[in-house]
C-alpha cells in the first residue's frame, strides 16, 4: 500500500448526488465510468491495496475480472450501522484490482474481494496510517499496530502467495537496486529514484520507496 493523496472529485459525481432519491445502486453507468476513471487517474494506475496495475493485462482479466470501485467504508458494513451519505462521497471510494475474484479459493482472495463488508482502518488516504507500514526482506508487508497488521494479514490478505504479492515487492526492489550506480553518486541517485517514484509509483513499488528512504536519509 501507498499513501493516496485525493483529487476534486469529477463534476458528472457532484450533479448525481444532488439529484433526488440518488445512491450508488441506481448511478448510471456513464458516470461510474467517469468516476472509475478519475479515482484511476489520481491513483497512477495502480490498485489501492495491493498497487497492482489497474486496467489488469487481458490474460489476468480472463482469470480475475475488470477494476471496481471500492466503498472504504463499506455500503453494507458487517458489524456497523450502515451510512447511506458515505456511499456517494467521493473520498470514500477507491480503484481497486479484481482481487483475484473468480479464482475459486477464499484464501487467494485479495484487496475489497477478501475485505468485503468489514469495516477497517487501514485507510490508503490516512497519511498516519500508511506511516505505519514497513517491510521485511522477502517482500512480507507488515504494520506497526497489530490491529493493522492483521487488517493486512487477514481483511486484505496482501501477503498473499498464490498472488506473488511479496515476490513482486522483493522483484521491483531488486531491480532498482541492480540500476543504482555503486560510487559516491549513490545517495544522490537514491534520491532521484525516490522523487521519481513518489512524483509517479509504479506496480508494489511501497516496498523500493521505503528502503530508498532510508538509503537517501529521508
Known amino acids: 500500500m501507498i499513501y493516496i493523496r485525493k483529487g476534486k472529485e469529477p463534476r458528472e459525481l457532484q450533479e448525481f448526488r444532488n439529484q433526488v432519491d440518488s445512491e450508488y445502486g441506481n448511478m448510471p453507468g456513464k458516470v461510474k465510468k467517469i468516476l472509475l476513471a478519475a479515482l484511476c487517474a489520481e491513483q497512477h494506475g495502480l490498485c489501492a491495496y495491493c498497487t497492482c496495475r489497474i486496467p489488469e493485462k487481458a490474460a489476468e482479466?480472463?482469470?480475475q475480472g475488470p477494476m471496481t470501485i471500492e466503498h472504504f467504508y463499506p455500503q453494507h458494513p458487517d458489524n456497523g450501522k450502515r451510512q447511506a451519505a458515505m456511499d456517494l462521497k467521493y473520498k470514500n471510494m477507491h480503484a481497486v484490482c479484481s482481487g483475484n475474484r473468480g479464482c475459486g479459493k477464499e484464501t487467494?482472495?485479495?484487496?475489497?474481494?477478501?475485505?468485503?463488508?468489514?469495516?477497517?482502518q487501514l485507510n490508503p488516504c490516512n497519511e498516519a496510517i500508511?506511516?505505519?507500514?514497513?517491510?521485511q526482506s522477502d517482500g512480507t508487508i507488515r504494520a506497526r499496530d497489530p490491529e493493522l497488521d492483521g487488517e493486512l494479514k487477514f481483511a486484505l490478505n496482501l501477503?498473499?502467495?498464490?498472488?506473488?504479492?511479496?515476490?513482486?515487492?522483493?522483484a521491483v526492489l531488486?531491480?532498482?537496486?541492480r540500476r543504482l550506480p555503486q560510487d559516491s553518486d549513490f545517495r544522490s541517485e537514491c534520491s532521484k529514484c525516490l522523487d521519481s517514484l513518489l512524483k509517479k509509483p509504479t506496480p508494489f513499488c511501497g516496498m523500493a520507496v521505503e528502503w530508498l528512504k532510508k538509503k537517501a536519509g529521508k
Open 61 to 63: 482479466k480472463r482469470l
Open 130 to 135: 500508511i506511516s505505519q507500514l514497513y517491510y
Open 159 to 170: 501477503n498473499c502467495p498464490e498472488r506473488s504479492l511479496p515476490q513482486n515487492r522483493k
Open 174 to 177: 531488486t531491480e532498482i537496486q
Open 108 to 120: 487467494a482472495l485479495t484487496c475489497d474481494a477478501r475485505k468485503k463488508d468489514k469495516v477497517i
